[in-house]
């Protein structure tokens, strides 16, 4: 059963959900002045709901310029104090997530979905922290029963309507659309597309 947070783009810098595994803040970027001095004291998963570039000026004097397509993930470590500008283009999202637990060894169980579903998910990176997952499902496309075996953060990228039956025929419904973000229990389950198109999103497992 998934439990359910999802939330739109209706302020600046909406929290869709902070809990004792993950605080996650919906960043809108636009050009403009560059913002203030500030640090990041957590690694970050961060998500490219769009496509954008960032200029980074560290305090200490370097600089860095981030760029990103849409649907890209990338890993954020903490670092000293910069300043960010958008130097140009239209405004961006991007769904940053703040990872609170340090992590450890996972060993992931036979029904892992990508022993099950090789072809359906494909880890984008993977390390102490959290393992990041792209999922593109086909349309109608079923998905034998698999396990989840840590909570995780999923970032739909396109629009999703997943029916999710559980080892006990429950069934639950995943909606969601681009720049949703919700928040999964460990569960065992099969899936099914019920869209006439595919749908893609990003799974980051969190490990504890």
């Given at each position: 059963m998934f439990l359910l947070a999802a939330a739109g783009l209706l302020a600046q810098r909406p929290v869709p959900i902070d809990?004792?595994?993950a605080r996650v803040v919906i960043a809108a970027a636009a050009p403009g002045p560059k913002g203030r001095m500030h640090k990041h004291d957590m690694n970050r998963v961060?998500?490219?709901l769009d496509k954008g570039t960032q200029v980074i000026d560290y305090e200490a004097g370097s600089s860095k310029t981030i760029s990103a397509q849409a649907g890209?993930?990338?890993w954020d470590p903490k670092g000293g104090m910069h300043t960010s500008t958008i130097p140009s283009g239209p405004p961006f999202r991007i769904v940053e997530i703040e990872l609170k637990k340090d992590g450890g060894p996972v060993t992931w169980p036979e029904a892992d979905?990508?022993?099950v579903a090789p072809k359906t998910y494909r880890v984008e990176f993977e390390n102490?922290?959290?393992r990041v997952v792209r999922v593109k499902v086909q349309p109608h496309q079923r998905i034998a029963e698999h396990e989840h075996a840590l909570p995780r953060i999923i970032v739909p990228l396109t629009e999703v309507d997943i029916t999710v039956t559980a080892t006990n025929g429950t069934k639950s419904a995943l909606k969601g659309k681009s720049g949703d973000v919700i928040f999964g229990q460990p569960a065992r389950h099969s899936e099914?597309?019920?869209l006439d198109k595919p749908v893609e999103l990003i799974l980051v497992e969190l490990k504890g």
């Open positions: 809990n004792e595994w961060m998500i490219y890209e993930v990338q979905p990508l022993k102490s922290q959290v099914e597309n019920m």
